[in-house]
């Protein structure tokens, strides 16, 4: 059909007229993010020679060790490492100054090489429209960035392996802890506000299994989940942070597994049949998980 120079001209206003798709709505929609779940911590502390004892003396496993900004990162294995170095870990590395804390947890996402970029796109795209500011994408090595109170957050790609700078370390022998572990099972998230928490871990993970006035829950295909909780006021202790995390272990015995703790200079701080919580060498705080 022939259109006359008018009928062109209206054509071409009414098509400008139209809203434009921004870049992230061009792309292929990869919010909320195709990850099967937490995959590894970690653990920042003072002495990290101390704190990879502990961890070593508690859970038989192996370890291993990259050379970082002149010290060393050890790396718990939270299982046999395959040839392809697909394998959940706990990374402990040096605070430089900063206490003990810890500092970050990951989810590895599905095709993260090639649509890293989209997703940072999009990340920004909804997280300006939900009104939490500017994000500034990735601040550090891999896909590491902050949620809005500070907690820190990293992407890398499914499956995440292990290093491949790391080589197996002699700091302390294999094999020689009471608890074999299996992966990660929980990260628990201390937030400063719950429903905006759940609205930007939304756009992230998609929707919660459960939620309720005091926290919700986000459960991952390969068994693990992500935990909010909104911080209590109490003074002096109203701190937002990765405030716990669980490793999920084989059923263990749990009077050789508490007198172990106190020998290694951890504190038992509860057991449930399910969960024994505890607090490390560190004060850091974390959940043995079984059956």
């Not at 697909?86 to 040096?94: F, K, M, N, Q, S």
């Not at 500011?133 to 949620?147: K, M």
């Not at 992500?226 to 490793?247: D, M, N, P, T, W």
Request: proline share 5%; aromatic share 8%.
């Amino acid at each position: 059909m022939n259109l006359d120079r008018r009928q062109l001209v209206g054509t071409l206003a009414m098509l400008g007229a139209m809203p434009q798709l921004s870049l992230a709505q061009q792309q292929q929609r990869v919010l909320p993010l195709d990850t099967p779940g937490l995959d590894h911590l970690d653990v920042i502390v003072a002495d990290v020679e101390k704190t990879t004892r502990f961890y070593m003396g508690l859970l038989r496993t192996t370890l291993h060790a990259q050379p970082f900004q002149g010290g060393q990162r050890y790396f718990v294995l939270l299982g046999p490492l395959p040839q392809n170095r697909a394998v959940g870990y706990l990374a402990i590395g040096a605070s430089r100054g900063r206490g003990n804390y810890i500092g970050h947890f990951c989810t590895s996402v599905a095709n993260w090489r090639q649509n890293s970029e989209a997703i940072f796109a999009q990340m920004k795209e909804q997280f300006h429209a939900e009104g939490f500011g500017e994000f500034p994408g990735s601040t550090g090595f891999g896909g590491i960035f902050n949620d809005p109170d500070g907690i820190e957050i990293q992407f890398l790609p499914s499956p995440d392996t292990l290093v491949t700078a790391a080589v197996p370390s002699d700091l302390v022998p294999a094999m020689q802890g009471l608890i074999t572990p299996e992966r990660v099972d929980s990260a628990l998230l201390r937030v400063s506000d719950l429903k905006k928490a759940l609205r930007y871990y939304r756009t992230l993970y998609g929707k919660e299994r459960h939620s309720n006035a005091h926290g919700a829950e986000f459960a991952f295909r390969n068994g693990s989940r992500l935990l909010l909780e909104e911080a209590s006021y109490v003074y002096g202790q109203g701190k937002v942070q990765i405030a716990r995390f669980g490793l999920r272990v084989k059923p263990f015995d749990r009077a050789a597994a508490t007198e172990a703790i106190a020998r290694l200079g951890g504190k038992v701080l509860s057991d449930d049949g399910k969960a024994l919580r505890l607090k490390d060498v560190d004060g850091n705080e974390l959940e043995l998980v079984s059956g």
